[in-house]
């Protein structure tokens, strides 16, 4: 059963999960401030889920590939979307600054806003 890194806590899944459902399910959530109610659910046409990975996933489709290639997003990012992602194995998220996840590095921080659902 792969383990998931996010925001300090190790979250297991099964091998295949939807690493943004994995997430939900934990209590966590692959989305920044407002994005966390302002979102496409699921469906690959807001970006707001797009997080940093490192460990085995699912090759990108070309579902994500079209909405990464779009700003704030961009395929030379790296960033992955959290609903279009099988977790294959042990895998380290993060999730960065901006409403997008974008890699803003001047955002205020608005990452650990879950007091404010």
């Known amino acids: 059963m792969p383990t998931i890194e996010f925001d300090g806590r190790e979250i297991e899944c099964d091998e295949g999960a939807i690493l943004r459902d994995a997430l939900l399910v934990a209590g966590e959530s692959p989305h920044n401030g407002a994005s ?3 979102n ?4 690959a046409t807001c970006g707001t889920c797009a997080v940093g990975v490192d460990g085995p ?4 489709d070309s579902r994500e590939r ?8 961009s395929l030379d990012s790296g960033l992955r979307l959290a609903c279009r992602t099988e977790v294959k194995g042990d895998l380290v998220v993060e999730k960065h600054a901006g ?15 879950t007091n404010d659902d």
């Open 36 to 38: 966390r109610t302002l």
């Open 40 to 43: 496409c659910s699921g469906h």
């Open 99 to 113: 409403f997008w996840g974008q890699h803003v590095d001047d955002a205020p921080s608005e990452r650990r806003s």
């Open 57 to 60: 996933v699912s090759d990108m």
């Open 66 to 73: 079209r909405r990464l290639s779009f700003p704030p997003h």
